[in-house]
């Protein structure tokens, strides 16, 4: 099963920027659509953004559209998430993970291989 690791989270203030990435141990995602999802404390992991292999199609949550960007390197097996303008509510977990029938869905059961995560504190 490809592993994903996620990377580039941290603590940023409200209004800033960050750019996480999705690194897959193999190519198959070069063939898969790919997802982002968060999961705040205490909350479901909601959906954030979904790609097609090509990176032809995107998918946003209403929450984020505008300001974040989900994007794909194939050459680099790497899934990337730009977010702008943060949000303290926008404080959780980001998780990727592989929709390997890209159904472009925005449910978690639609995908696998989630990675561990990583944290995004937003500050007010």
């Known amino acids: 099963q490809v592993q994903l690791v996620e990377s580039g989270g941290g603590l940023v203030q409200a209004g800033d920027s960050l750019r996480l990435s999705c690194a897959a141990s193999?190519?198959?995602?070069?063939?898969?659509?790919m997802g982002w999802f968060r999961q705040a404390q205490g909350k479901e992991r909601e959906f954030v953004a979904t790609?097609?292999?090509?990176?032809?199609?995107?998918i946003y949550a209403d929450s984020v559209k505008g300001r974040f960007t989900i994007s794909r390197d194939n050459a680099k097996n790497t899934v990337y998430l730009q977010m702008n303008s943060l949000k303290p509510e926008e404080t959780a977990v980001y998780y990727c993970?592989?929709?390997?029938?890209?159904?472009?869905?925005?449910?978690?059961?639609?995908?696998?291989?989630w990675g561990q995560g990583t944290q995004v504190t937003v500050t007010s």
């Open positions: 993970a592989t929709d390997r029938d890209s159904s472009l869905n925005n449910k978690t059961a639609a995908y696998d291989g």
């Open positions: 790609i097609t292999p090509s990176g032809g199609i995107r």
């Open positions: 193999e190519r198959t995602n070069s063939i898969a659509a």
